[in-house]
């Protein structure tokens, strides 16, 4: 299994550039997330999905849209880029648990920077 | 004030140290995550708690519900111990979403 895999993992846009990052996962899991992660802050929900075909806003959602048409992708699209969205980008994914005690598990990371 | 609050945000110790790293939330939680964050970036889980202690070879996990306070504390540490752990916690209200800490970097010397 390949886990949670993350593309591209760098990628230099310029202001107003569009972009889309891909995440795939192979465990069949439900629940998939983006995040990002910036100095002196912690990890910050973007964007999340708990099914195929379901995306609902996280913290910071601004600026930024995802998809999940199939279960084991989850795509998350800049259709503007901005400097503020300058940032690493990582994705997660976790499978359905009742008791919620199960472990997301994350992707490479992208690293993401708009000139 | 977060809600996730992590200390000390640096750490630095010598190699066979024991090191303690704490994490205080302020909602209540239905679990809390101790995860690793290696120098390259990649994140991992440790551990999952809802109550107690868990322990993992070096790593011991504790939570203390009523208090809102969870450790992470490693014994005899190593340089590959050098990394950002990150505290997280699933409250009640949030169904399967996190809200994280903002990490203690961890450097271990030899």
């Known amino acids: 299994n390949a886990g949670v895999t993350q593309t591209p993992k760098f990628r230099v846009l310029k202001t107003g550039q569009s972009m889309t990052l891909l995440c795939a996962q192979d465990?069949?899991?439900?629940?998939m997330y983006w995040y990002r992660q910036d100095p002196g802050m912690g990890l910050r929900l973007i964007h999340y999905s708990v099914g195929e075909g379901t995306t609902a806003k996280g913290e910071v959602p601004d600026g930024y849209n995802v998809s999940r048409l199939k279960k084991q992708n989850f795509l998350l699209g800049l259709e503007s880029a901005a400097p503020s969205q300058t940032s690493v980008y990582f994705c997660?994914?976790?499978?359905?648990?009742?008791?919620?005690?199960?472990?997301?598990?994350f992707g490479p990371g992208t690293r993401l920077t708009v000139l | 004030k977060n809600e996730v609050e992590q200390s000390p945000q640096n750490l630095t110790a010598q190699e066979g140290e024991f090191i303690t790293i704490n994490c205080s939330y302020s909602?209540?939680?239905?679990?809390l995550h101790w995860l690793q964050q290696h120098p390259g970036g990649g994140i991992v889980s440790l551990f999952m708690?809802?109550?107690g202690k868990k322990k993992h070879g070096r790593l011991i996990a504790t939570i203390n519900i009523q208090e809102k306070h969870s450790s992470l504390h490693i014994t005899a540490s190593h340089p590959r111990d050098s990394a950002v752990y990150i505290c997280?916690?699933?409250?009640?209200?949030?169904?399967?979403?996190?809200?994280f800490g903002e990490g203690t970097q961890l450097t271990v010397n030899p």
């Open positions: 909602v209540g939680i239905s679990a």
């Open positions: 997660a994914s976790r499978g359905f648990d009742y008791s919620l005690l199960d472990t997301q598990y």
């Open positions: 465990m069949n899991h439900e629940y």
């Open positions: 997280a916690v699933r409250s009640g209200t949030s169904g399967s979403r996190l809200t």
């Open positions: 708690l809802s109550s």
